[in-house]
């Protein structure tokens, strides 16, 4: 007799091994010679941006009995940040950062970078690009996280951290050839330009905040076309 403790098993078994499959149904494509090769020689490479998230914001917090966790001050939030930035777009930074650096290190002056941000969420086909661009290639560039957090050496300091991702297709068929770029950016504090403290945060004044922000982030789309210019470099 199959009883139903049986079925429950198999049921989660089944599941379990769904979830393992389409795990291994998304790879990574690394870069290689033929492509890079093929890109210098594209009619165009069109870079993408998709809009930036809000920021999150994470605060010390002491654990209060019996289960909740309180701010040990209060800081705006990620909507507020952003209110502040204005047009200004971490993302856009990034991307613009990486066509340059791709064009004087990497030979490719046919890259076009996009103006206008693309609508979240990241698109999962990269065909859908066929009805907006002509020939050529594409590469997108999005941020899926970035974040201001309290530094422990200084509760009231903050450092920014920011994770982008690009990946790279061929417009015809919609083909992926190189989807592992991928940086991350872990403001420790330890240098002033990693510091934002939480008067500036907090502060009426637009424009400082914007300011200081910017030039994290000026500095932050750096070391990020560095470090993507890297995994467009190798094989593997």
Avoid at 82 to 99: G, I, K, R, Y
Wanted: aromatic share 8%; hydrophobic share 35%.
């Amino acid at each position: 007799m199959i009883t139903a403790p049986f079925i429950v098993r198999q049921g989660l078994a089944l599941a379990l091994i769904t979830i393992l499959l389409s795990g291994c149904s998304s790879h990574n494509v690394y870069m290689n010679d033929a492509t890079r090769s093929d890109l210098r020689n594209a009619p165009s490479i069109y870079m993408v941006h998709y809009v930036t998230p809000e920021p999150r914001v994470n605060p010390p917090k002491v654990h209060v009995a019996p289960y909740a966790n309180v701010s040990l001050h209060d800081t705006p939030t990620g909507a507020e940040i952003q209110d502040h930035l204005n047009s200004f777009d971490p993302t856009n930074e990034v991307a613009q950062q990486l066509a340059t650096t791709l064009k004087t290190q990497a030979g490719l002056q046919n890259i076009k970078p996009v103006s206008t941000a693309s609508p979240r969420p990241v698109i999962s086909d990269p065909k859908a690009y066929q009805n907006q661009f002509k020939d050529g290639y594409v590469m997108e560039v999005w941020v899926d996280n970035w974040a201001f957090n309290y530094i422990p050496m200084d509760w009231k300091t903050y450092g920014i951290t920011l994770s982008a991702h690009t990946r790279l297709s061929h417009l015809e068929d919609g083909r992926i050839v190189w989807n592992t770029g991928h940086c991350f950016y872990g403001g420790s504090g330890k240098n002033y330009q990693d510091r934002i403290v939480l008067a500036d945060l907090k502060s009426s004044d637009k424009k400082k905040t914007q300011t200081k922000i910017r030039q994290t982030i000026d500095q932050i789309a750096d070391v990020c076309a560095r470090e993507l210019l890297q995994s467009y470099s190798r094989n593997k």
